[in-house]
C-alpha cells in the first residue's frame, strides 16, 4: 500500500515539479524553514515518497512527515498510512523486551551496583584527605566550600582512571580519574558523579558512573520541613547554598537540566510549600530548564542567580544569605537588569549635593609589598587556579593596572557598603567584606564600568585617579592636597574561604 505524500505536503507549502527523477521531483518552499525551492519531494519514491530539505536537513518518508509536521507518534503515523504486519495482523502498540526485565531507570539502583559504589566512595574519601589528594582537596576550597561541607559531603578522590570488572558491579564500568560524588538517598546510593579537576570548561567535565539512577541530590533535606524549598542544577550550588543558608531552607539539585524529570521526585516537590528554581542564568540552558519545572509545580517560582549560578556567587564573595531571605520575604528578587533612571534608594539617602567630608584613614600597620588582586588562570594541565597580581603596589597597595579598584572602594565608603545591582547578572553585596572581595577579583573592564554606573545613579562626588601621584582624590571643592578619603587606605585582602 502506498500513501499520497505529495497531497499530504501540499496541504503546508506549494510545490512546483522540476525534474522526473525518481519518478517526479517537486520543489518549493520548506514548511520548516521556508525558501524558495530548498525543500523537493519525491512522491513516487519507495512506498511512502521521500522529503529533504538542503537547508534544515529535515528530511524522510511519509511517516517521518506526519510525525514532524502533524505531531504524531509513530504508532499514529503508522495507522494515518494504513500500514500493517505482514503476518496480516492488527496494528498494536509492541513494548521491548528489554523495557519489560529492567527497572525504570528511576528507581533504585541494583544492590550489587550499590555495594560495589559504597565501597568506592569510601576507598575515594581517604584518598582525598591524604596527600594524593592535597590538589583535589585544594579545588574544592578553591570553589568556596569549607572543609566541615566537603567532609559531611562524603567527597572522594579517584585518582587514576580505570575499568572495574563486571563481577564486582554487575557490568564492566569505567571509572574516570576525578572528585567523587556520592548521592546518598533513602539509607542508599543512587549515583556517582565525577568532576574531572582538570577540566575548566566542556561537557566532559562531569561524568557519571554507569549504573546509577535519577534522583535529587541532598533529597533528605526536604525532611526538615523548612519554609522553602530551593531547586538548583548543580552539586556544587546545592553545597554552596546548604553551607551559607542550610537553617533557612531546604536545597536540592537535579545533576543536570534535565534531571529528575519523573514522577516519583516531582510529587516529592509538589507537596512542598514553595519551591524556588535557582538554575543557572542562562538564557539557552539555565531558563529554559527552569520554565519546565514552573509549568510543571504550581507553586514554583524562579530565584534567577545573580551571577551565573549560586557557586559562582559563593566563590566572588556575594551574601547568598542576604539573597535567600529576599527571596523568603517575598520582597522583589534582586535579579532584575539595573535602571535606566537614576536609582532612586540612591538618590533618596544622599543629598542633591553631598556635604564636605573627610575621613579618617584606616591605618593598615604592614607595607604591602604585593598587589591584593588575584587573577583566574588555568594552566597547562587543565587546572582552574587564582594566581595573585605581579604588579608593583603603588602608594595604597594597588599596582597601576588595578588602580580603578581602589576608586571603587572609595565610592562603597561613601555610600555605606549597600547592596548595588550593577548589571543583570553581576552585583555586590552588603558590607565592607563584600566590596573587598569583588574589588579583588573584578576585570578592568568591570571596574570601569562600574565606577561610571555608581557615579550615575548616586550623588557621591567624582572620584579621579592621579597617576602621577599614585593617589585617590575626590572632587568635592577641596584641593587635592586636603582631599582624603575614607579607603585612601587599603582594607585588609580578601581571604578566600
Same mark, same amino acid.
Given at each position: 500500500?502506498?500513501?499520497?505524500?505529495?497531497?499530504?505536503?501540499?496541504?503546508?507549502?506549494?510545490?512546483?515539479?522540476?525534474?522526473?527523477?525518481?519518478?517526479?521531483?517537486?520543489?518549493?518552499? /520548506?514548511?520548516? /524553514?521556508?525558501?524558495?525551492?530548498?525543500?523537493?519531494?519525491?512522491?513516487?519514491?519507495?512506498?511512502?515518497?521521500?522529503?529533504?530539505?538542503?537547508?534544515?536537513?529535515?528530511?524522510?518518508?511519509?511517516?517521518?512527515?506526519?510525525?514532524?509536521?502533524?505531531?504524531?507518534?509513530?504508532?499514529?503515523?503508522?495507522?494515518?498510512?494504513?500500514?500493517?504486519?505482514?503476518?496480516?495482523?492488527?496494528?498494536?502498540?509492541?513494548?521491548?523486551?528489554?523495557?519489560?526485565?529492567?527497572?525504570?531507570?528511576?528507581?533504585?539502583?541494583?544492590?550489587?551496583?550499590?555495594?560495589?559504589?559504597?565501597?568506592?566512595?569510601?576507598?575515594?574519601?581517604? %584518598?582525598?584527605?591524604?596527600?594524593?589528594?592535597?590538589?583535589?582537596?585544594?579545588?574544592?576550597?578553591?570553589?568556596?566550600?569549607?572543609?566541615?561541607?566537603?567532609?559531611?559531603?562524603?567527597?572522594?578522590?579517584?585518582?587514576?582512571?580505570?575499568?572495574?570488572?563486571?563481577?564486582?558491579?554487575?557490568?564492566?564500568?569505567?571509572?574516570?580519574?576525578?572528585? %567523587?560524588?556520592?548521592?546518598?538517598?533513602?539509607?542508599?546510593?543512587?549515583?556517582?558523579?565525577?568532576?574531572?579537576?582538570?577540566?575548566?570548561?566542556?561537557?566532559?567535565?562531569?561524568?557519571?558512573?554507569?549504573?546509577?539512577?535519577?534522583?535529587?541530590?541532598?533529597?533528605?533535606?526536604?525532611?526538615?520541613?523548612?519554609?522553602? %524549598?530551593?531547586?538548583?542544577?548543580?552539586?556544587?550550588? #546545592?553545597?554552596?547554598?546548604?553551607?551559607?543558608?542550610? +537553617?533557612?531552607?531546604?536545597?536540592?539539585?537535579?545533576?543536570?537540566?534535565?534531571?529528575?524529570?519523573?514522577?516519583?521526585?516531582?510529587?516529592?516537590?509538589?507537596?512542598?510549600?514553595?519551591?524556588?528554581?535557582?538554575?543557572?542564568?542562562?538564557? +539557552?540552558?539555565?531558563?529554559?530548564?527552569?520554565?519546565?519545572?514552573?509549568?510543571?509545580?504550581?507553586?514554583?517560582?524562579?530565584?534567577?542567580?545573580?551571577?551565573? +549560578?549560586?557557586?559562582?556567587?559563593?566563590?566572588?564573595?556575594?551574601?547568598?544569605?542576604?539573597?535567600?531571605?529576599?527571596?523568603? #520575604?517575598?520582597?522583589?528578587?534582586?535579579?532584575? #537588569?539595573?535602571?535606566?533612571?537614576?536609582?532612586?534608594?540612591?538618590?533618596?539617602?544622599?543629598?542633591?549635593?553631598?556635604?564636605?567630608?573627610?575621613?579618617?584613614?584606616?591605618?593598615?600597620?604592614?607595607?604591602?609589598?604585593?598587589?591584593?588582586?588575584?587573577?583566574?588562570?588555568?594552566?597547562?594541565?587543565?587546572?582552574?587556579?587564582?594566581?595573585?597580581?605581579?604588579?608593583?603596589?603603588?602608594?595604597?597597595?594597588? /599596582?597601576?593596572?588595578?588602580?580603578?579598584?581602589?576608586?571603587?572602594?572609595?565610592?562603597?565608603?561613601?555610600?555605606?557598603?549597600?547592596?548595588?545591582?550593577?548589571?543583570?547578572?553581576? #552585583?555586590?553585596?552588603?558590607?565592607?567584606?563584600?566590596?573587598?572581595?569583588?574589588? /579583588?577579583?573584578?576585570?578592568?573592564?568591570?571596574?570601569?564600568? +562600574?565606577?561610571?554606573?555608581?557615579?550615575?545613579?548616586?550623588?557621591?562626588?567624582? %572620584?579621579?585617579?592621579?597617576?602621577?601621584?599614585?593617589?585617590?582624590?575626590?572632587?568635592?571643592?577641596?584641593?587635592?592636597?586636603?582631599?582624603?578619603?575614607?579607603?585612601?587606605?587599603?582594607?585588609?585582602?580578601?581571604?578566600?574561604?
Amino acid at each position: 500500500m502506498s500513501y499520497d505524500l505529495l497531497a499530504e505536503v501540499e496541504q503546508d507549502t506549494r510545490l512546483k515539479r522540476t525534474s522526473s527523477s525518481r519518478g517526479g521531483q517537486y520543489n518549493g518552499p /520548506c514548511p520548516w /524553514c521556508g525558501g524558495v525551492d530548498r525543500f523537493r519531494v519525491q512522491p513516487h519514491y519507495g512506498l511512502y515518497g521521500f522529503f529533504a530539505c538542503n537547508q534544515c536537513g529535515r528530511s524522510g518518508t511519509a511517516i517521518d512527515y506526519l510525525m514532524l509536521q502533524r505531531g504524531m507518534s509513530k504508532y499514529e503515523a503508522l495507522a494515518k498510512i494504513g500500514w500493517t504486519p505482514r503476518d496480516g495482523s492488527s496494528l498494536q502498540l509492541v513494548i521491548p523486551r528489554h523495557a519489560q526485565a529492567n527497572q525504570p531507570h528511576w528507581e533504585e539502583p541494583p544492590e550489587q551496583w550499590q555495594h560495589a559504589a559504597t565501597a568506592f566512595y569510601e576507598a575515594c574519601q581517604q %584518598v582525598l584527605w591524604s596527600e594524593r589528594g592535597k590538589g583535589a582537596l585544594n579545588y574544592l576550597r578553591g570553589r568556596g566550600l569549607s572543609d566541615e561541607t566537603i567532609r559531611k559531603a562524603a567527597f572522594g578522590y579517584h585518582p587514576g582512571a580505570w575499568r572495574a570488572p563486571a563481577k564486582q558491579w554487575g557490568r564492566t564500568t569505567w571509572l574516570a580519574q576525578g572528585i %567523587v560524588i556520592p548521592w546518598l538517598l533513602e539509607g542508599g546510593i543512587w549515583r556517582l558523579t565525577i568532576r574531572d579537576e582538570r577540566i575548566a570548561a566542556g561537557n566532559r567535565r562531569y561524568l557519571q558512573v554507569p549504573g546509577g539512577s535519577n534522583g535529587l541530590y541532598l533529597a533528605q533535606s526536604l525532611l526538615l520541613r523548612r519554609p522553602a %524549598v530551593v531547586l538548583v542544577e548543580g552539586e556544587f550550588d #546545592a553545597l554552596s547554598i546548604a553551607q551559607e543558608c542550610g +537553617d533557612l531552607v531546604a536545597v536540592i539539585a537535579t545533576g543536570t537540566t534535565h534531571g529528575s524529570h519523573t514522577p516519583r521526585w516531582i510529587s516529592r516537590l509538589a507537596r512542598q510549600e514553595r519551591v524556588l528554581v535557582a538554575f543557572d542564568a542562562e538564557e +539557552d540552558k539555565g531558563d529554559a530548564a527552569a520554565q519546565w519545572w514552573l509549568d510543571h509545580i504550581a507553586h514554583a517560582e524562579r530565584l534567577r542567580p545573580l551571577w551565573k +549560578d549560586a557557586n559562582q556567587m559563593l566563590q566572588d564573595g556575594a551574601d547568598l544569605r542576604e539573597w535567600i531571605a529576599a527571596a523568603l #520575604a517575598h520582597a522583589p528578587l534582586p535579579t532584575d #537588569a539595573p535602571p535606566r533612571e537614576p536609582c532612586k534608594e540612591l538618590i533618596q539617602a544622599q543629598p542633591e549635593q553631598p556635604p564636605r567630608r573627610v575621613f579618617a584613614p584606616i591605618p593598615f600597620p604592614v607595607q604591602r609589598t604585593q598587589c591584593p588582586f588575584e587573577r583566574i588562570v588555568v594552566d597547562r594541565k587543565g587546572y582552574v587556579k587564582t594566581a595573585p597580581c605581579q604588579g608593583r603596589p603603588l602608594a595604597h597597595g594597588w /599596582c597601576a593596572e588595578h588602580q580603578e579598584a581602589q576608586v571603587l572602594l572609595d565610592l562603597g565608603a561613601r555610600l555605606g557598603y549597600p547592596r548595588l545591582q550593577l548589571t543583570e547578572y553581576r #552585583a555586590v553585596g552588603a558590607g565592607r567584606a563584600n566590596w573587598q572581595a569583588y574589588a /579583588c577579583r573584578a576585570p578592568v573592564r568591570w571596574l570601569h564600568h +562600574d565606577c561610571s554606573f555608581i557615579r550615575r545613579h548616586s550623588p557621591v562626588g567624582d %572620584v579621579e585617579l592621579d597617576t602621577t601621584r599614585h593617589s585617590v582624590e575626590t572632587l568635592m571643592g577641596q584641593a587635592p592636597s586636603r582631599a582624603t578619603g575614607k579607603c585612601n587606605t587599603f582594607l585588609p585582602a580578601f581571604q578566600r574561604r
